[in-house]
């Protein structure tokens, strides 16, 4: 009967985990949403100061 106890306890600890991880997975994806905004916007940035001095230039 003990062996019963083990195993739901091996379960929850297991599901812990899981947990635990996909947690940390939650909080790395929002970090790298966050970061890919940022560069985005980076980007855009740039690109219409080349876009203004490819207008100034005639181009």
């Given at each position: 009967?003990?062996?019963?106890?083990?195993?739901?306890?091996?379960?929850v600890?297991?599901?812990?985990?899981?947990?635990?991880?996909?947690?940390?997975?939650?909080?790395?994806?929002?970090?790298?949403?966050?970061?890919?905004?940022?560069?985005?916007?980076?980007?855009?940035?740039?690109?219409?100061?080349?876009?203004?001095?490819?207008?100034?230039?005639?181009?």
């Amino acid at each position: 009967m003990s062996w019963i106890y083990v195993a739901v306890a091996l379960g929850v600890a297991g599901l812990t985990v899981l947990a635990v991880v996909t947690a940390r997975v939650l909080v790395a994806t929002r970090r790298l949403s966050a970061e890919v905004r940022r560069a985005s916007a980076q980007l855009t940035a740039a690109r219409e100061t080349l876009r203004a001095r490819n207008g100034a230039n005639g181009n």
